[in-house]
Structures are given as structure tokens and as C-alpha cells.
């Protein structure tokens, strides 16, 4: 079973939206898990965070008012809602569990690529064009 599962990326418009969905394990269910991205040529960014418990989230100033995270424990899912979106959003999305917040359900992680997120999906492309 892998770890984590990303999909739903693809070509939108400016302005459009996508959902993308995060299929967990056993294992990373039991983690806060955070969507992360990365454009050609830069170092790979936190977008957005979520505790195990889904009652505390973290989101980068980018994309705050437009982007929203969401988990559905029961069905081991995490989903990014993404609106109103930009050429700049064109990038791949990754999904990663911060192996560290076992037993810390409430608690999200600060929304930055570090070690402590140990698990990683393969990604997904995400293009936002005319």
C-alpha cells in the first residue's frame, strides 16, 4: 500500500479550478499531512497544512484566499481546493505526511518541506494556461 496517492492535476484556464485528492494509508492516516509544490527551476514551497484531526490548518500567503485543505479521515482522503487559479500556480503538487505529529492530532505543522515530512506521494502535474 503506498503511502500516499496524489490526483486530479491537469490544464486549466486562468480563473479555474481543480480539485486534487490525496488517497492515504494506514500508516500516514495518522499524520498531519500537507500539500506541497514545485515549478521548474524552484525549490519546492509549502502550500498548505492540515492536522491529523483536520481542526488546525497552516497555508502559505499565496494562495490563503484562494486555495482550501480538507481531510476525510474516514475515507483516508486529504483535498486541495483550488480557485481562481494562476499561471504561477502551473507546478507539480505533492502530498507528504509529517511523520512527526503522532499523538499530536490538533497539531499542524509549520507548511515548509522539511525532513520532518518523511513520507511523499509521486505528484501531480498542475498547469494552469490558455
Known amino acids: 500500500q503506498p503511502p500516499l496517492v496524489e490526483s486530479g492535476g491537469g490544464l486549466v484556464q486562468p480563473g479555474g479550478s481543480l480539485r486534487l485528492s490525496c488517497k492515504l494509508s494506514?500508516?500516514?492516516?495518522?499524520?498531519?499531512i500537507g500539500w506541497f509544490r514545485q515549478a521548474p527551476g524552484k525549490a519546492r514551497e509549502g502550500v498548505s497544512c492540515i492536522s491529523q484531526d483536520g481542526g488546525s490548518i497552516k497555508s502559505g500567503e499565496s494562495v490563503k484566499d484562494r486555495f482550501t485543505i480538507s481531510r476525510d479521515n474516514a475515507k483516508k482522503m486529504v483535498y486541495l481546493q483550488m480557485n481562481s487559479l494562476k499561471p504561477e500556480d502551473t507546478a507539480v503538487y505533492y502530498c507528504?505526511?509529517?511523520?512527526?505529529?503522532?499523538?499530536?492530532?490538533?497539531?499542524?505543522?509549520?507548511?515548509?518541506?522539511?525532513?520532518?515530512?518523511?513520507?511523499w506521494g509521486q505528484g501531480t502535474q498542475v498547469t494552469v494556461s490558455w
Open positions: 507528504a505526511a509529517d511523520r512527526t505529529t503522532s499523538g499530536w492530532s490538533h497539531f499542524a505543522p509549520l507548511c515548509k518541506p522539511t525532513a520532518d515530512f518523511g513520507s
Open positions: 494506514d500508516f500516514t492516516s495518522d499524520f498531519a
